[in-house]
Nanobody
Framework: QVQLVESGGGLVQAGGSLRLSCAAS????????MTWFRQAPGKEREFVAF????????YYVDSVKGRFTISRDNGKNLVALQMNSLKPEDTAVYYC?????????????????WGQGTQVTVSS
């Protein structure tokens, strides 16, 4: 069982940066791959970034490559999403999720554990 709590969202101007954090409870954090999804108003939830349980592999949706960086600290049960050069289209509620290392890392159904989400708003 893993409980996830996101933080770090807020309002930022286009071109700015934010760092999201996801704190996980439980002693089994290092057993899980971690992923960030986001959901913009009126749109479906979409995959943003993935990191495997060792932190050795990462994947990103094309729209954030080169701007976002996912990282994890298994000693602190934390996963982070550093977001730079933010654009208005990045506005969404961002969710972290925990699940197995899987080739289906971009699918919501892969993940059993979800946080409550944190709002990111990018103004133009």
């Amino acid at each position: 069982q893993v409980q996830l709590v996101e933080s770090g969202g807020g309002l930022v101007q286009a071109g700015g940066s934010l760092r999201l954090s996801c704190a996980a409870s439980g002693r089994t954090f290092s057993m899980y791959a971690m992923t960030w999804f986001r959901q913009a108003p009126g749109k479906e939830r979409e995959f943003v970034a993935f990191i495997n349980r060792y932190g050795s592999s990462t994947y990103y949706v094309d729209s954030v490559k080169g701007r976002f960086t996912i990282s994890r600290d298994n000693g602190k049960n934390l996963v982070a999403l550093q977001m730079n050069s933010l654009k208005p289209e990045d506005t969404a509620v961002y969710y972290c999720a925990a699940g197995p290392d899987s080739s289906y890392y971009s699918r919501q159904s892969t993940y059993a554990y979800w946080g409550q989400g944190t709002q990111v708003t990018v103004s133009s």
